[in-house]
């Protein structure tokens, strides 16, 4: 492991020492982590552009400026990615200004987020950013036919235009009596965070998914749910071969109203039986071959799916930096992955794979990690932070320096406010999936903040 991280330390030193370097889009708390490994890799000077302050705490320090756009504030989560994307593309004279003052030699390295669909911050070059060709395999109309041709166990679908009466003799022809999923495609770009994704139940379910997708979409998956655990598995594409990591979960829980899923997070301390966690890598290792082969793929992607009765089935691959790799930072945070990831796709470093497989996985396996969070109506100014102590009905605060268990943050967000839930992860059990916790986490602070959140439940582990 030594060897990986000094090989590693090397490529990103020659890359980001003695430079300046522009961090820009997403939220303010986002870019805490990666200044503070650019400062470790001998990094100078940072200049933070951010759409938010988010709950948590920013970048701090002599070295660092921090300008906050002022965006107004959304629920549509696909709205603010492609608000990001146009800020990047065409900054406003707010952000000119601030970037000509910090580098106006123009020499400074620019980081824009992995999963944003741009290539360029105003004339200034993205480091290692996104291929057009990478961002159009999101698509989740697309998915199944490649999943087929590789091998990749999935649910039945039916990919149909998106009409009513087209999804509507989907829907009928793969509902199995819990219903279906349906899946919009990428017509206004990339999506994420299920913010694309209906599961219809019911009349109210079927007429709230067609109208939001109608106005969003061309076409649109309509698949068998699958009921189960939702979880994804990581792959990082290097120049010899593909490293598979470990199962995280996707903290989903699930609403008795439209729209009736909600993902709120990751975790990594739930362990699939042996068998499930074979099928996932095995489907990984693939799925990274394939995107190798197809599209000359680097770095890291994501293949999501349901942990159920009947094995696990792929649902989406994102080639991309997903969510679910932050337990990385948490458990091998000399390694900077988010960082690797910018500089293998920017071809100016490498690694071999077996090594980093062989190191991600064993401290994952090590480290948990995990939280649940999800966007509110209300809005605070700044962050609060709760200690919580779990009790067997639910969360309560802590009193005095009694152990506790989570912490509950409530803040800036996209939509007006965030609430995030975070576990010690030396006091949380492994084994199981953490949605159960999540929704006593959210109870909690329903019944302390009067957000407004509807009743939640936990996904079944089968």
Same mark, same amino acid.
């Given at each position: 492991?030594?060897? =990986? ?30 200044? @503070?490994? =650019? ?17 948590? =705490? ?37 952000? =000119? ?36 060709? #990478? ?10 036919? #490649? ?34 999923? #349906? ?15 209906? #599961? ?56 008795? @109203? ?123 100014? @700044? ?80």
């Amino acid at each position: 492991m030594d060897v =990986l991280h000094d090989r590693v330390r090397a490529q990103l030193r020659s890359v980001f020492g003695g430079r300046s370097v522009i961090v820009a889009g997403g939220m303010a708390v986002a870019a805490v982590k990666p200044v @503070e490994h =650019l400062r470790r890799l001998g990094a100078t000077r940072f200049l933070v552009i951010a759409s938010g302050a988010g709950t948590g =705490l920013i970048p701090e320090g002599h070295d660092v400026e921090v300008v906050v756009r002022n965006v107004p504030a959304t629920d549509d989560l696909v709205a603010s990615f492609r608000s990001d994307e146009r800020e990047l593309v065409q900054p406003s004279a707010q952000v =000119l200004a601030a970037v000509e003052r910090f580098d106006p030699r123009r020499d400074a390295i620019v980081i824009a987020p992995p999963f944003l669909d741009v290539r360029s911050f105003g004339d200034r070059p993205l480091f290692g950013a996104r291929r057009s060709e #990478w961002v159009a395999i999101e698509d989740k109309t697309i998915a199944d036919g #490649w999943f087929d041709a590789i091998g990749i166990p999935r649910p039945r679908s039916q990919v149909v235009p998106a009409d009513a009466q087209s999804i509507a003799d989907a829907a009928d022809a793969l509902d199995r009596g819990a219903g279906t999923v #349906w899946a919009g495609d990428a017509r206004e770009g990339f999506n994420g965070a299920g913010e694309c994704v209906r #599961w219809v139940v019911d009349d109210n379910d079927r007429q709230a998914a067609l109208e939001f997708l109608h106005a969003r979409c061309d076409r649109v998956r309509v698949a068998t749910f699958v009921d189960g655990v939702p979880c994804s598995i990581h792959g990082f594409a290097v120049d010899d071969g593909v490293a598979v990591f470990r199962p995280v979960e996707l903290v989903t829980l699930r609403s008795a @109203e439209s729209p009736r899923l909600q993902f709120c997070g990751c975790a990594t301390f739930f362990d699939p039986p042996a068998d499930v966690v074979e099928t996932m890598r095995s489907a990984a290792a693939r799925v990274g071959e394939h995107l190798r082969a197809t599209v000359g793929y680097r770095g890291a992607f994501t293949l999501d799916g349901i942990a159920g009765a009947d094995g696990w089935v792929a649902t989406e691959c994102n080639p991309r930096f997903g969510a679910g790799l932050g337990y990385v930072e948490a458990a091998l945070p000399e390694l900077g992955l988010m960082l690797l990831h910018h500089a293998v796709v920017e071809g100016v470093a490498d690694v071999p794979s077996a090594a980093l497989e062989r190191a991600v996985v064993a401290a994952g396996t090590r480290v948990r990690w995990g939280n649940a969070g999800m966007p509110v109506a209300a809005r605070f100014d @700044e962050t609060t932070t709760i200690p919580l102590v779990r009790e067997a009905d639910g969360f309560r605060r802590a009193d005095g320096d009694e152990p506790t268990d989570a912490k509950l943050s409530f803040g800036p967000g996209r939509s007006g406010g965030h609430v995030r839930l975070d576990l010690d992860a030396a006091r949380t059990p492994t084994g199981s999936p953490i949605a159960p916790i999540a929704v006593a986490g959210f109870a909690f602070a329903e019944s302390e903040l009067h957000l407004g959140l509807a009743p939640l439940t936990p996904a079944p582990e089968l």
